[in-house]
Structure formats: C-alpha cells, structure tokens
C-alpha cells in the first residue's frame, strides 16, 4: 500500500519560514520524481516545484528564489523548505509522487499552509 504522508504545515507570519515534509511508504522511493503542490480555495492545483530522481529540480516562478525543494533517498522523504513567505503562498500543500517509467502517480492527503499578513 503506498502512503505519502506530508507534516510540518502551520500557522506563521508573512517573511517567516516553515519546512513541509513527505514521507513515502510502499514504493521504490528513487525511481520517483517528487513533486509539491499546492490548492487555494477556490484555485486550481497548481504545481510549486518537483525534483527528479537524478535531483534537477523546477520551480514555479511564484516560489522562485524562496522555497527549495530536496529529497533524502535514504529517508524516503521530501522537503520543502519555505522562506519569506507571502499571504499569497497559503494554501494546502500536497506531495505527488510519479514514475516516468510506469507513470504511476500518487498523492498524499495535504497539509495546510496558512500564512498572516
């Protein structure tokens, strides 16, 4: 059974930071692009940043120069590090997993990112 477990949303104050974290279970962590994506009421979802199994990695230009996303093989996680963060950045944040090779996606269930001005 595959699971992709996010954690470390929260409250915080625009110009803070936070770290979202994905924990993947029941695939073979390495051979998956990792992806962060996020949902505002009313939005679509929208893709933040990604991260291949070699470790390039894209992002939307929104969240250029302020989030980073990594990926710890040995920990099958991803991270999402979130700084100088705006109102605008509020939303629920969901991991995505995805196989170039069998296309297989999966999601996780989000986490909230709620941001004050």
């Known amino acids: 059974q595959v699971q992709l477990v996010e954690s470390g949303g929260g409250l915080v104050r625009a110009g803070g930071s936070l770290r979202v974290s994905c924990a993947a279970s029941g695939i073979l962590f390495r051979n998956f692009d990792m992806g962060w994506y996020r949902q505002a009421p009313g939005n679509e979802r929208e893709l933040v940043a990604v991260?291949?199994?070699?470790?390039?990695?894209n992002y939307a230009d929104s969240v250029k120069g302020r989030f980073t996303i990594s990926r710890d093989n040995a920990k099958n996680t991803v991270y999402l590090q979130m700084n100088y963060l705006k109102a605008e950045d509020t939303a629920v944040y969901y991991c995505?997993?995805?196989?170039?090779?069998?296309?297989?996606?999966?999601w996780g269930q989000g986490t909230q990112v709620t941001v004050s001005s």
């Open positions: 991260i291949s199994t070699g470790g390039s990695t």
């Open positions: 995505n997993a995805f196989s170039r090779w069998s296309r297989d996606t999966y």
